[in-house]
């Protein structure tokens, strides 16, 4: 189908991390300086300015609404006052909500990735970590990022990742994952803190222009599948450690993926108490334990 025929694109969902923005090598230190305020400031300026670029895109595509789901750390990674009005925003805070993709639907027509990063264990990437081991139904084992990981379950709706933004190792991955997504090269990780890095000008131009291209032909970008049964287990740094003494097996990857979590570090659908009052903003995320 060509994009002239393609239906209109109206309902975007943009899944958002940090690690992958052009600028941005190491993460946050826990001090209480200065430097360290205006250090974390800088980089969220950085991932808004991306976000807004791939933004651009999807309104000169038709959208009309963009959930931008702030999904790095603690769920405040963004200046909310700075992106376009038609963005609504996913925040708060992390592996606390309903699930790891709220809002996510059949309603949604296109998906976007932006600031992605490369999986746990990919030789000298950026703040590489993350990895999710699959074993399908055809018995073929996957080794995932969070972003292919976000591919399959955005395929639980019917819903194509057309464009992702981010480092080689990962533009690479998810060109394998998901043939015909666009992927913008941000930067070119040199080791796990190291890298070469486009200026944010000429990052933004290249998102926007992937992102639109992606969106105008998302009808020729089918999600991915995956044969059941499927084993599923995660390592977080290091990729020979798994999470879990035990793969988990079962039919719905969307289930699998947010038992992991929750039995991990996470709460997603779980009921809180409106007496937990032990987690603040930011001091909860970056101010040291004492």
């Not at 090598?25 to 826990?30: D, E, G, I, L, V």
């Not at 080689?168 to 040199?190: D, F, M, N, Y």
């Not at 084993?231 to 990729?239: G, H, I, T």
Request: glycine content about 8%; charged content about 20%.
């Amino acid at each position: 189908m060509s994009a002239s025929t393609s239906p209109a694109v109206k309902t975007v969902y943009l899944q958002t991390d940090i690690e992958g923005v052009a600028g941005f090598t190491h993460y946050y230190s826990t001090s209480s300086s200065l430097w360290n305020f205006h250090h974390v400031q800088r980089m969220e300026r950085l991932l808004t300015g991306e976000i807004n670029a791939a933004v651009k895109a999807c309104k000169e595509a038709g959208a009309t609404t963009v959930l931008v789901n702030d999904s790095h750390g603690p769920g405040y990674s963004i200046h909310f006052e700075d992106l376009d009005p038609i963005c609504r925003i996913i925040h708060g805070r992390g592996g606390y909500g309903p699930g790891w993709l709220p809002l996510l639907d059949e309603t949604v027509d296109a998906a976007i990735a932006i600031g992605m990063h490369a999986r746990a264990g990919a030789t000298d990437a950026v703040c590489n970590h993350s990895l999710w081991h699959v074993t399908d139904g055809d018995g073929r084992k996957h080794e995932w990022s969070e972003v292919s990981m976000f591919a399959h379950l955005c395929a639980r709706y019917g819903v194509p990742l057309v464009a992702i933004s981010g480092d080689q190792w990962i533009c690479s991955e998810i060109r394998e994952v998901v043939p015909g997504c666009r992927t913008a090269e941000v930067k070119q990780s040199l080791s796990l803190q190291n890298a070469c890095t486009l200026h944010p000008v000429a990052a933004q131009a290249l998102i926007y222009e992937r992102v639109l291209d992606g969106l105008r032909h998302r009808a020729e970008i089918a999600p991915p599948t995956l044969a059941t049964p499927i084993r599923l287990n995660v390592s977080d740094r290091d990729p020979q450690k798994k999470a879990l003494p035990e793969d988990l097996e079962g039919d719905c990857l969307w289930t699998l993926m947010h038992e992991a979590c929750n039995r991990n570090y996470a709460h997603f659908g779980e009921p809180v108490s409106v007496d937990d009052r032990s987690w603040r903003y930011p001091d909860s995320v970056f101010v040291p334990k004492s």
